[in-house]
């Protein structure tokens, strides 16, 4: 029996705020939709296992939360066909995809295909940050949402809301956090304060940021801000963390250590099909160059949500249901006049959305320290190659992540260079002197995620 | 859950089922997410590099970092896309680079 | 400032070359592309390789046979000197045979060439069970093997990084990120770059992969060579379970299965295909049953740098004395003699080895 082939309208890669949106705006317009989410469930990393978490966990989560089972709810279509646990590996000719589910390989074959994969959490290293016990913030807010585990003993590190999230929602579990460690300035603070009217149209954010801020402040929560040579400690695991703050050097014991400072666009399936990307300053990151509409210079490839750009995820639902009136349009389910007149609404809040980002972006700047990390630090941490390995190879005429990558093994482990690739591609680019986007970053090859040869050959003809 | 353990259940739900991690019997939550499971179990580390035999447990939960790779079934997987089931046979990755293998 | 050579491209021939030649006390400047570039050095399998190299030729069966003897020499001179070791194993090689007819016809090719050498081409056909002692994760499949004595393998990467070290180490100048745009040549060659950057030397090697191709006419070469597009992927590392490296696949120092290569013409795209990776996986269970449960982290597609006939053009520019075209295919296979024999061809020594078939003349062009 071959593998199995599935032809539609519309493939849908992540079943986010963005996939989730985009699919039932597709289905509406009489499109075919499949869904391929690597997932059990719906809901991307944001609302995570929504579904069954809102029914136990919801008041420790929250409304934002629990909001998303909408857009679950959204996915029982008859037009959408939705599997689960289907791992994409593959993307070719911007309409064929390789995916893996239960152990075997199919094909998908799209008139268009939506990259909804999300973001990643920026890469934060630190001397000691892959010893066990470190994990990222995200993933003790995951390790909540979905297994309702709680972190004893940590202390959360880094900058932006999403560590005011985590910590407010760890209060309300009852396991509150050690302490905060935040390595944004007064001075970044004073900076953001341009932005002021930004965040003021987003008001909203501002409001639930304030409020957690006064949540934190009541539990007795301790926030250190402005730290800097941040190091993790311990032999076997993690066992505390050391910091600075001016001219004091701070210790506090801990058992696990949560990182966080900021999230980029997931760019790893977009990059597998050498769509071009730009360097975002503010950000510290690469965006994948789309128009107004999501579509990139692949002209039946799209992205939206946090992939495209990040902006949270009622902008990327807004965004994922854009791109699907543009589909529909191309596909000739609906006219330009019809498609204008619903993206007007679609696009003001958007705007909305994004008001106050510049703000946040500017008042929570990625941690500096991760950014120009010692020569000891591991960069990439699949292959253990350092900081100083990398400036070694820029030594040794690597201009960009491909020689570095050749020479020194970065990016070849099975993370494929997620979790190393905006390190080493800054790291070269100061050491060279060159701009981040002329020093370029790796290049991305199929597979997406490791799948097994048998599940490969049983693709072949 | 262990006395010392560093992750609490905040609300244990679900059948416990037995399965097996190396030599030894575990009980975890049935269809719960599996690197979870063993962290609140109190398994750690997950695996040992294999450049350097350096240990690592899950960093990012979310199926990017792989450093929660597990031999499971007899396949390397990561053990956070992965649910529990009973019976599971899991063991640390066969490429293991521990020190003292 | 003046070199004896400038050697056009930085990949594993250029600098093999500029070593040699640095080794001989000679200034040497390298003018090599930038990070994007499609290097066929980043992506070639590594194998150090005699076997069916040469059936037609028996010239280039010697030349590969020379450079595999000097192999080792090479390597523990690059590993004193910059404390990498290049990962060289030659204990022999495979060529796997999925039926008694192929293989039949290959040692009848391969007796043919070996009276050419005069005795020197050390092979032995293993039936599927005398493989199986050799390697015990064989498939029932493989009904037999070539094996060959003087064949092995090398971790390319390792080889280009300490080569690079090395030229460095040795006074050669390195200039990464140039595009050569013109070459003249009046008393001394003066080579051009996009971006101003001039390099003037005695002589020029033009050993730049496909970039001959507009490089080449501009020296007087006719250089008739064309892409071919070789996909390779990658294993997580494993336990080690195949002991020696064939065409189909070899285990890397690091611990992956390396498997491989398609020959697709396909022009200057180096992408990857589905079809080509299924087409390589399949092929490399029914070789090791055994990965079929292996997981691919990675994959390439680089660009072979093929003449007509497949074998190396060494040539000097009728037009521009001093002017050397050196391509081949098997960079890594002759890089010991790249490194140890050509310096004395292009010095034009007593040394010099006899290098008369590989001229461009074979192709009778135009």
């Avoid at chain 1, 099909?273 to 490839?301: K, L």
């Avoid at chain 2, 962290?39 to 939960?61: K, N, Y």
């Avoid at chain 3, 016809?105 to 043919?112: A, C, G, Q, R």
């Avoid at chain 3, 611990?255 to 990857?272: K, P, R, S």
Wanted: proline share 6%; aromatic share 6%.
């Amino acid at each position: 029996m071959g593998p199995q082939m599935h032809s539609t309208d519309l493939i849908v890669i992540g079943a986010g705020p963005a996939g989730m949106s985009a699919a039932r705006r597709a289905a509406e317009s009489g499109l075919s939709v499949l869904v391929l989410d690597e997932q059990p469930t719906p809901g991307g990393q944001i609302y995570r296992d929504v579904d069954r978490a809102s029914k136990t966990r919801g008041p420790i989560l929250g409304k934002d939360f629990t909001d998303g089972r909408t857009l679950t709810q959204g996915l029982l279509h008859e037009n959408i066909t939705h599997l689960r646990g289907a791992v994409v590996w593959q993307i070719e000719d911007g309409t064929r995809v390789a995916f893996s589910q239960d152990g075997k390989g199919a094909l998908a074959v799209g008139k268009r295909i939506l990259l909804a994969t999300g973001a990643l959490e920026r890469p934060m290293p630190l001397p000691g940050w892959t010893l066990p016990g470190v994990m990222t913030a995200g993933a003790a807010q995951i390790l909540l949402k979905q297994s309702g585990i709680a972190c004893e003993r940590a202390v959360l590190v880094g900058s932006g809301p999403l560590l005011y999230l985590v910590a407010a929602q760890m209060v309300r579990a009852g396991v509150p956090p050690l302490a905060l460690v935040e390595t944004q300035t007064k001075s970044d603070l004073a900076k953001s304060m341009r932005h002021f009217g930004g965040a003021l149209r987003g008001w909203p954010y501002l409001v639930k940021g304030l409020r957690m801020l006064w949540d934190l402040r009541r539990a007795g929560v301790i926030r250190h801000v402005g730290a800097s040579q941040i190091a993790v400690e311990g032999n076997q695991t993690a066992s505390g963390v050391t910091f600075r703050i001016g001219a004091t050097e701070h210790h506090i014991v801990c058992d696990t250590v949560l990182l966080h400072h900021g999230v980029v666009p997931n760019t790893q399936a977009a990059r597998s099909i050498d769509i071009p990307h730009r360097w975002n300053d503010t950000q510290s990151c690469f965006v994948p160059v789309c128009d107004e509409w999501g579509r990139t210079a692949v002209s039946t490839v799209f992205i939206a949500g946090d992939g495209a750009g990040i902006g949270g995820a009622k902008a990327a639902a807004l965004a994922g249901e854009i791109a699907a009136l543009e589909i529909a349009c191309d596909l000739d389910t609906m006219t330009k006049k019809d498609r204008d007149a619903a993206a007007r609404l679609l696009q003001r809040g958007l705007e909305a959305e994004r008001a106050a980002r510049p703000f946040i972006d500017s008042a929570y700047p990625p941690y500096a320290g991760a950014l120009t990390p010692s020569d000891d630090t591991i960069i990439c941490r699949c292959e253990e190659v350092t900081a100083g390995d990398i400036r070694r190879m820029a030594g040794l005429g690597c201009l960009g992540p491909n020689q570095t990558k050749a020479f020194g093994r970065a990016g070849m482990g099975p993370c494929q260079g997620r979790f190393c690739g905006l390190s080493v591609t800054q790291i070269l680019s100061d050491t060279n002197k060159i701009p981040p986007d002329a020093t370029g970053y790796y290049r991305v090859r199929p597979p997406l995620k490791p799948v097994t040869l048998g599940e490969i050959a049983a693709l072949a003809e | 859950m262990k006395p010392d353990s560093k992750f609490r259940e905040i609300d244990p739900q679900g059948d416990q089922v037995t399965v097996r991690f190396g030599s030894t019997e575990l009980r975890l939550p049935q269809g719960e997410n599996l690197a979870g499971a063993l962290l609140a179990a109190g398994v750690m580390p997950f695996r040992h590099t294999p450049v350097s035999g350096a240990p690592r447990g899950p960093f990012c939960m979310m199926g990017a970092c792989f450093d929660c790779l597990l031999e499971i079934e007899g396949v390397n997987r990561q053990a956070c896309m992965v649910q529990v089931s009973a019976g599971m046979e899991i063991g640390m990755p066969s490429t293991d680079g521990a020190t003292d293998a | 400032m003046t070199s004896d050579y400038a050697i056009i491209g930085g990949g594993i021939v250029g600098l093999s070359t500029a070593w040699g030649l640095l080794k001989r006390g000679l200034r040497v400047t390298v003018l090599d592309g930038d990070d994007g570039s499609f290097r066929a050095s980043r992506g070639n399998f590594g194998l150090v390789w005699v076997q069916s190299k040469g059936m037609n030729q028996p010239r280039y069966a010697q030349w590969s046979q020379e450079s595999a003897a000097a192999w080792a020499g090479f390597a523990a001179e690059l590993s004193d000197a910059t404390g990498h070791d290049v990962g060289l194993e030659q204990n022999g090689g495979y060529d796997l045979h999925f039926s008694e007819e192929s293989l039949e016809t290959t040692v009848e090719k391969y007796e043919i060439l070996k009276e050419k050498l005069g005795g020197n081409y050390p092979y032995e056909v293993l039936g599927h069970n005398a493989l199986r002692l050799e390697e015990p994760a064989i498939g029932s499949k493989v009904v037999g093997a070539i094996l060959h004595h003087q064949d092995g393998h090398a971790n390319p990467l390792k080889l280009l990084r300490a080569l690079a070290d090395d030229v460095r180490r040795l006074g050669g100048v390195i200039l990464n990120g140039k595009h050569v745009t013109s070459v003249d040549k009046t008393d001394l060659f003066r080579i051009r770059c996009a971006d101003g950057t001039e390099v003037r030397a005695r002589k020029t090697v033009l050993s730049a992969g496909l970039g001959a191709v507009t490089l080449g006419p501009m020296m007087g070469f006719a250089a008739p060579i064309r892409p071919q597009r070789g996909q390779v992927m990658i294993t997580e590392k494993l336990p080690k379970f195949i002991n020696r490296p064939s065409l189909i696949a070899r285990q890397v120092d690091e611990g992956g299965i390396q498997i491989g290569a398609t020959n697709e013409e396909v022009g200057l795209d180096d992408t990857v295909t589905q079809p080509g990776l299924s087409g390589l996986a399949a092929n490399a269970i029914a070789a090791y049953p055994a990965l079929a449960k292996a997981q691919l982290v990675r994959s390439w597609g680089a660009l072979r740098i093929l003449s007509p006939d497949g074998l190396p053009i060494y040539q000097e520019s009728p037009e521009m004395p001093g002017a050397y075209l050196v391509t081949c295919h098997s960079g890594i296979t002759l890089a010991a003699a790249h490194a140890r024999f050509l310096p004395d061809w292009l010095e034009g020594s007593n040394a010099a080895p006899n290098l008369e078939v590989f001229s461009e003349t074979r192709f009778k062009v135009s």
